[in-house]
């Protein structure tokens, strides 16, 4: 399962790396071009099945309308077909539960892997969530997800972003 598509301006770099890999599934974590912006080619280029947030499934069939300056620099985000997502997205190996998570977006998800513990909140770096509350700059958003998930009743063991690892790294020199 592929989290997130990222951006279309990647389209070179990461055609290749989507041609190399067998994705049979898309998560996408909210609408923003940037998680999105290759969905349509993984749409004409792979037999996945592409789920998101049932807010965003009819937006997601037509090109999206962006500021000049997010086209230009991130690229275009054009239609694909997709689907809301169910209650558990299975994969051969693990399920993930869709958690819903409005603020960034109003669609936003984030995708929960109950047995291993992994939060994913849309992106790819990781990093422990222990050491992370450790550290001055915690965005309060994701202290904030993992407290609720807390309160339901499940443990996460690692949170999966789109931020940059150095933000994340504990200080010990405080």
Not at 14 to 32: G, I, R, Y
Not at 46 to 68: G, Q, S, T, Y
Not at 105 to 123: A, Q
Not at 132 to 143: H, K, P, Q, V
């Amino acid at each position: 399962m592929l989290v997130d598509t990222g951006p279309r301006i990647q389209k070179q770099q990461l055609k290749k790396v989507f041609s190399a890999w067998n994705v049979q599934q898309v998560a996408l974590t909210h609408s923003h071009e940037d998680h999105t912006g290759m969905a349509s080619w993984i749409a004409k280029h792979k037999n996945a099945d592409i789920f998101c947030h049932e807010r965003m499934v009819k937006a997601a069939a037509r090109k999206a309308h962006l500021p000049w300056y997010r086209e230009l620099f991130i690229g275009p985000r054009f239609g694909f077909s997709a689907q809301a997502y169910p209650n558990v997205l299975q994969t051969s190996k693990h399920q993930f539960l869709p958690i819903e998570t409005p603020g960034h977006t109003t669609d936003h998800i984030c995708l929960f892997e109950p047995d291993k513990g992994w939060l994913f909140t849309g992106g790819s770096v990781c990093y422990s969530l222990s050491q992370s509350i450790y550290e001055r700059r915690i965005d309060i958003r994701l202290y904030s997800i993992h407290t609720e998930i807390k309160q339901i009743g499940l443990s996460n063991d690692f949170l999966w972003t789109c931020r940059n690892d150095n933000e994340w790294k504990r200080n010990d020199a405080s």
